[in-house]
């Protein structure tokens, strides 16, 4: 397994000022490459990053706020090599896929018509992509069909997308060897719909995964530091947390077993 972090804004400011690169994360696994939350730049910062966007198969989208869709359709053109090729799998929650009153849909039916296959989840619901597993899981959060994601292939990574931490949640990342939490805020701030480090410490302590990345960083989580708030996880809960850093790219088995330095990088 391989994750690429293509940026790791998730507050407005530094979505804005591009403080931190946006453009969501790629995963690598069983042969699939699944791109997870395109946007503001994603294009961009594949290009940087030097990620092949013409490799992917896969597109999930967790919810219809824009930070976390706006690259869709042009990744989607890119997916299918420059619109020539019907390739790849598009699945998101119900907002994206068909929009709501309050959302539109995401993608126009033009770019729906270049994949091969297209599907609204919700929570609990399950599309496989190769031989990968993927249920969406519930979120409580502001974009109020919002999901995260467990992708089952030969490891089982979890994705919570944004929201803040519920009774329960943990149940929905068991037996997770591996998490991506979205944590806006440090422990000393908290705001409704997000999730802060001593939430995120909540969920960790209870879902006990082998590692788990924190991304997704508001400007108070910057200035608080979001590597000594990964550390303060960890030390609270003995599980690894690291705090990705854009362009960031990492092999989670062999990040734990040979240590960080060496297979976890940022580039560029
Ligand atoms: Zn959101």
């Known amino acids: 397994m391989k994750i690429t972090f293509l940026g790791t804004a998730g507050g407005r400011i530094l979505i804005m000022t ?21 946007g ?30 706006t690259d869709t359709e042009i990744i989607i053109e890119s997916m299918t090599n420059g619109t020539r090729k019907k ?4 699945l998101g929650n119900e907002h994206a896929i068909k929009g709501g009153s309050d959302y539109r849909q995401v993608v126009s039916p033009f770019h729906l018509r270049l994949l ?13 992509v190769g031989s990968i597993e993927i249920t969406a899981t519930p979120t409580k959060h502001r ?6 994601f467990v992708f089952r292939g030969s490891k089982t ?7 803040e931490y519920f009774a329960g ?18 422990r000393s701030a908290n705001w409704p719909g997000h999730m802060n480090t001593a939430q995120a410490k909540e969920l960790i302590s209870k879902v006990r995964p082998k590692l788990v990345m924190i991304q997704h960083f508001g400007m108070l ?34 990040a734990l077993a040979y240590g960080l330095g060496k297979w976890a990088s940022g580039k560029k």
């Open 18 to 38: 591009q403080m931190r690169a946006s453009g969501g994360w790629i995963l690598e696994m069983d042969g699939e490459t699944i791109h997870v939350d395109p």
């Open 40 to 69: 503001p730049g994603a294009l961009v910062r594949a290009k940087q990053y030097g990620v092949d966007l013409r490799k992917l198969t896969a597109i999930a989208i967790s919810h219809a706020h824009p930070d976390h869709y």
């Open 87 to 90: 390739r790849g799998i598009l």
């Open 116 to 128: 091969e296959k297209y599907r609204a989840l919700e929570p609990g619901k399950m599309m496989k």
């Open 143 to 148: 974009e109020e069909k919002g999901i995260g």
């Open 157 to 163: 990574l979890g994705y919570a997308g944004d929201g």
């Open 169 to 186: 949640m943990e149940r929905h990342f068991e037996g997770c060897d591996y998490l991506i939490l979205n944590v806006l805020r440090p």
């Open 221 to 254: 989580m910057v200035k608080a530091g979001p590597e000594k708030e990964a550390k303060w996880i960890e030390e609270q809960t003995g599980v690894r947390t690291i705090a990705a850093t854009d362009g960031m790219n990492i092999d989670p088995e062999k």
